[in-house]
């Protein structure tokens, strides 16, 4: 299979990197519009185009990590040569433009999917296979300043790997029964949500001096730490004993640290397409969940008055 990337920034340039690193993926085409980045891909054995139109005569699939206000435009012209595509998070700038892309997948045999990270991170599959029914539910993720993106919200930028999470995969969320109130500005921001009996926090930030990417649950029989960096889980059953020592209160709990399988989720991201694309099956994230995310954003959005 031939494989090409287009927008060689940080994260196109990872996706050079696996890429080339898979058995499968016989070649890897790259181009940028700023060619001294595209030629920093032969490091990795890249064969660089002069044109996005070379590229696509190239090659069966694409990842797009040009920046989110060109995600239309490009999607469409790969999409309309019939190529597959895995389009870097959030699917589109705008929810008018996702929609957009959405439509233009209609009745087409394209494989299409959008890059929501952390959907493969090993810890989260572990939850999934833990939790029952969540009461609460917490999830930060701050970052240090960064110039890397200019053309997101806090809440694309960061917060949309939460939302996806927590709409696609620990509550069900079809039937629209959910209350969302949030507080924030373009680099600081906090959701809470309420899904009928159970609470959800989320908090993100571009101004810390720590990089913070947790979760926490508290169920009723038991409560999890889990850490996206490190890919760490730890589950606190309730305690077996109570007492008071010295006029002090104290508990006995039992501490669990589940065993992951570490791995780099841009490597299974990547593996999990190219399977797709091979097998004709649908990608791990579609684009009406991207788009489902990115309306959430969108409304979250909408109560700050940020854009």
């Known amino acids: 299979m031939k494989v090409g990337v287009i927008g060689t920034g940080t994260m196109g340039k990872n996706h050079v990197r696996v890429y080339s690193e898979f058995k499968a993926v016989e070649e890897v085409y790259a181009f940028d519009m700023n ?163 159970s609470i959800v926090s989320l908090s993100a930030s571009r101004k810390a001096s720590k990089k913070i990417r947790s979760v926490y649950i508290e169920e009723e029989e038991f409560t999890i730490e889990g850490d996206f960096m490190n890919q760490e889980i730890y589950v606190y059953r309730k305690p077996g004993k109570y007492g008071i020592e010295n006029e002090r209160y104290t508990q006995e709990n039992i501490i669990e640290k589940v065993l992951v399988n570490k791995v780099e989720p841009l490597k299974e991201e990547l593996k999990s397409f190219i399977r797709s694309v091979e097998k004709g099956g649908e990608f791990t994230i579609t684009p009406l969940q991207a788009l489902n995310n990115l309306k959430i954003c969108e409304e979250i959005g909408r109560l700050n008055g940020i854009s």
């Open 35 to 197: 060619r001294d980045s595209a030629d920093r891909m032969k490091e990795f054995g890249a064969i660089v185009c002069d044109s996005i139109e070379e590229l696509l005569n190239s090659v069966d699939a694409v990842s797009l990590c040009v920046p989110t206000e060109y995600h239309l435009e490009i999607a469409r012209k790969v999409i309309e040569k019939d190529i597959h595509c895995l389009i870097e998070k959030p699917i589109a700038l705008t929810v008018e433009e996702g929609e957009e892309i959405v439509k233009l997948l209609e009745n087409r045999d394209v494989i299409a999917g959008v890059g929501h990270i952390e959907r493969f991170n090993p810890i989260i599959s572990e939850i999934e296979r833990i939790i029952k029914k969540p009461l609460y539910v917490e999830i930060k993720r701050h970052n240090p300043a960064s110039t890397r993106i200019t053309d997101s919200t806090i809440v694309e930028d960061l917060m949309i790997h939460d939302i996806d999470i927590i709409f696609n995969l620990l509550f069900d969320s079809d039937d629209g029964a959910y209350e969302i109130y949030s507080a924030g500005n373009n680099d600081l921001c906090t959701a809470l949500i309420k899904f009928d009996s």
